[in-house]
């Protein structure tokens, strides 16, 4: 019962930026953006968050549309090790819901 | 930055034994920890949520006297897997937020996962 939708999967080359986009349409006011990425084998990272602001930290920038329908984690420099399942959440201090979440595989 | 640790990372076992996994969380208190189960290839699927002090909240479908949990402490939260059996071989991950004021919305921490194979 997620309510993003993410593309299954994309690739990107390494040094690139890698531009990951989701759809949240049915968002409420007062949810924010999460994202997590999984590499194998391991617990979801903590990437970046936001409500209704572009947010940028040492990992991420993410881009929120004016209508906060959709959403763009930017990896602006992909290195091979960026290569996992990226997860799109959104969520208000309460539990989080997985989809399925985007593979980005980062070629050399 | 917050750290949640998760053990045993993986456990391997006979099929009856109770399996305990441990979920702290080092620098933060969390009052409410959150339960994951992760099959092969596909996403994280909430089980539950630890609440400190009282009785955790399961999803739908998922069997509360098979997977036991108890929230003690602010930093401490356990699963116990009961009379486990092959088809409860899974990836369980745990999950905690800070519990301090003032901290709503902050991201949840997650724990590195335990790899539970059940023989």
């Known amino acids: 019962d997620a309510k993003t939708t993410q593309p299954t999967s994309m690739d990107c080359a390494e040094g690139r930026a890698a531009n990951l986009p989701c759809n949240h349409s049915t968002i409420s006011g007062n949810e924010y953006v999460y994202w997590y990425r999984q590499i194998h084998s391991q617990g979801p990272q903590y990437i970046i968050h936001?409500?209704?602001n572009n947010e940028t930290n040492e990992m991420a920038s993410l881009i929120i549309t004016e209508d906060r329908k959709s959403s763009t984690l930017i990896l602006p420099h992909a290195t091979l090790r960026d290569t996992a399942v990226y997860y799109c959440i959104v969520a208000n201090n309460n539990d989080m819901r997985f989809g399925a979440g985007t593979r980005l595989t980062v070629k050399p | 930055g917050a750290v949640v640790s998760q053990h045993p990372s993986r456990v391997i076992c006979k099929s009856g034994t109770s399996v305990k996994i441990e979920c702290r969380s080092l620098d933060f208190q969390a009052t409410t920890m959150f339960w994951y189960r992760q099959f092969p290839k596909k996403s994280l699927m909430l089980m539950a949520t630890s609440n400190e002090g009282s009785k955790a909240t399961y999803e739908q479908g998922v069997e509360k006297d098979k997977f036991l949990i108890n929230h003690a402490s602010l930093t401490l939260s356990t699963l116990t897997v009961t009379s486990a059996h092959p088809e409860d071989s899974s990836f369980y991950i745990c999950?905690?937020?800070?519990?301090?004021?003032?901290?709503?919305?902050?991201?949840?921490?997650f724990g590195d996962g335990t790899r539970l194979s059940i023989l």
């Open positions: 999950s905690a937020r800070d519990g301090r004021a003032g901290a709503n919305n902050q991201p949840q921490h």
């Open positions: 936001g409500l209704k």
